[in-house]
T-cell receptor, first 112, second 115 residues
Framework: QKEVEQDPGPLSVPEGAIVSLNCTYS??????FMWYRQYSRKGPELLMY????GNKEDGRFTAQVDKSSKYISLFIRDSQPSDSATYLC????????????FGKGTMLLVSP | EAQVTQNPRYLITVTGKKLTVTCSQN?????MSWYRQDPGLGLRQIYY???????DKGDVPEGYKVSRKEKRNFPLILESPSPNQTSLYFC??????????????FGPGTRLTVL
């Protein structure tokens, strides 16, 4: 079983839709959960950063962590064509140094 | 502007011809890292550096070298490139004394093709 699983997509939605992106993981030691957004021909950029279980909201984006199920989600409300990108989940065991474990990314396409 | 820069952005070379990809950051970050990104394999860490003169192997270090002589620079060296090193390479940095190693800033990427 891979440490982090993420559906590669592509996920195609119309503008204005609510998008749900998900990752599952197997390592129960993961405590820190990140979502990085990667536009085509660009480097990843940190979008959301959460610790342990619960929800975190930032504008149209909500990150949700369910440690009991080893499942994390990123919700995008009122999706826009500018949200079209690849979304990478990433996890680590500490805020100090440890290797970030990345999912392979989900490609999202939002059509006008 | 706070940023990580990489050069060159695109490079086509031949097997065995030594090359260096430069990486520089202007955020006074202690930590720097190199990743490669391949279809179906995602991001994999090559090498990282916790500070000047401190480097360590990541998950896929074979065929690569790095050095950290200055805090802002972290070049990636391929002494004898092979076709299986054809990939998209990203440099990243983190930690200015306040932030977390998880909050990594990535460069724009270097697309390398080895013929």
């Amino acid at each position: 079983q891979k440490e982090v699983e993420q559906d590669p997509g592509p996920l195609s939605v119309p503008e204005g839709a609510i998008v749900s992106l998900n990752c599952t993981y197997s390592n129960s030691a993961f405590q820190y959960f990140m979502w990085y957004r990667q536009y085509s021909r660009k480097g990843p950029e940190l979008l959301m950063y959460t610790y342990s279980s619960g929800n975190k909201e930032d504008g149209r984006f909500t990150a949700q962590v369910d440690k009991s199920s080893k499942y994390i989600s990123l919700f995008i409300r009122d999706s826009q064509p500018s949200d079209s990108a690849t979304y990478l989940c990433a996890m680590s065991t500490t805020s100090g140094y440890s290797t970030l474990t990345f999912g392979k990314g989900t490609m999202l396409l939002v059509s006008p | 502007e706070a940023q990580v820069t990489q050069n060159p952005r695109y490079l086509i070379t031949v097997t065995g011809k030594k090359l260096t990809v430069t990486c520089s950051q202007n955020m006074n970050h202690e930590y720097m890292s190199w990743y490669r990104q391949d279809p179906g394999l995602g991001l994999r860490q090559i090498y990282y550096s916790m500070n000047v003169e401190v480097t360590d192997k990541g998950d896929v270090p074979e065929g690569y070298k790095v050095s950290r002589k200055e805090k802002r620079n972290f070049p990636l060296i391929l002494e004898s490139p092979s076709p299986n090193q054809t990939s998209l390479y990203f440099c990243a940095s983190a930690v200015d004394g306040r932030g977390s190693y998880n909050e990594q800033f990535f460069g724009p990427g270097t697309r390398l093709t080895v013929l």
